[in-house]
């Protein structure tokens, strides 16, 4: 109970730090890195490659997360290792056994799908996703967290000529530089309730993400209607329990209406309007 408690309060704090960031990164509703500088007084464009903007975007408001913690009475511990999870560990000051996992994501708006984003992964469903008390690719073990979070950012890219990237400029330039992207919209969110019924990212055992913004924002994803309970069995069993296909074969579980299926439960508790857009 006092977990709970102490969930819904941090929730409610990390959804008011989330709606607070936009204004801390953007001007005039584009971002506010424009390169990077040298010793000379060089500065060199960013990149559009999505794996650089996420990184870039995490190190600019690693400040404000330290901030965020410290008002809220927390202190952060970051991950030891590059792929470990989560990214950020918050431990309640005074009550170390109160601990809350975070995720930094990032994506862009799909310029296909109007509404639409690109999606992210959750974590890992494996080992320390099964196993509870494991400790193999994460900063402690699951069961130790009291929530699991993600704090996400969408964005719109750009369009910038490619040539841009290969500038040079100087500090006092640096407001002439394109901005790589725009229009930022911030999050917080448990994952399981943003999370779909698919893999994240090709043969890697990663949870993926629904992907139509305004369900991402409500918190309405794949389980929302079925709990974290079901969400933690089906993700235990992705890609592992067998369940009947056509003609009596068998088939790897990889749908949530084939888990609830299984397990003699109504469709009702498939939220299927978080589904994928048609077409993608």
């Known amino acids: 109970m006092e ?11 990390l959804k008011a730090f989330a709606a607070s960031l936009a204004e801390q ?16 007084r060089n500065v ?9 903007v996420s990184k870039i975007l995490e190190l600019h408001l690693f400040p404000n997360f330290l901030i965020f913690a410290q008002s809220i009475g927390y202190k952060i511990e970051l991950a030891t290792f590059q792929n ?24 862009y708006r799909d310029e296909k799908y109007p509404g639409f984003c690109n999606g992210f992964t959750l974590g890992s469903h494996g080992e320390y996703f099964i196993n509870r008390t494991s400790t193999k690719n994460i900063q402690y073990p699951y069961n130790d967290y009291s929530g699991h979070f993600c704090l996400g950012i969408i964005y719109t890219r750009s369009e910038i000529d490619k040539l841009e990237e290969t500038r040079r400029y100087t500090v006092d330039e640096v407001e002439d530089i394109p901005a790589v992207i725009r229009n930022f ?19 890697t055992a990663n949870i993926g993400s629904i992907q139509k913004i305004d369900d991402i924002l409500s918190g309405n994803g794949v389980f929302a ?19 009947q296909a056509a003609k009596g074969q068998y088939k790897k579980l ?24 048609k077409g993608k």
Do not use: C, H
Not at 234 to 239: D, K, L, T
Not at 265 to 275: Q, V, Y
């Open 185 to 203: 919209t911030f999050f917080a969110e448990e994952k399981w309730r943003i999370a779909s019924d698919k893999g994240g990212s090709g043969n």
């Open 254 to 277: 990889s749908s949530f209406p084939e888990y609830l299926k299984y397990r003699g439960l109504p469709m009702e508790l498939n939220n299927s309007r978080a589904g994928k857009v």
């Open 44 to 52: 060199y464009t960013i990149s559009s490659d999505t794996k650089i």
């Open 225 to 243: 209607k079925a709990g974290e309970e079901l969400f933690d069995d089906y993700w235990a069993n992705f890609g592992k329990m067998e369940v």
């Open 25 to 40: 990164i953007a001007v005039n509703d584009e971002w506010t890195v424009r390169g990077f500088i040298d010793v000379f």
């Open 84 to 107: 470990w999870y989560p990214d950020l560990t918050f431990i309640k000051q005074g009550n170390p056994n109160i601990k809350f996992a975070v995720d930094l994501k990032t994506t």
């Open 3 to 13: 977990n709970e408690q102490e969930k819904n309060i941090f929730a409610k704090e």
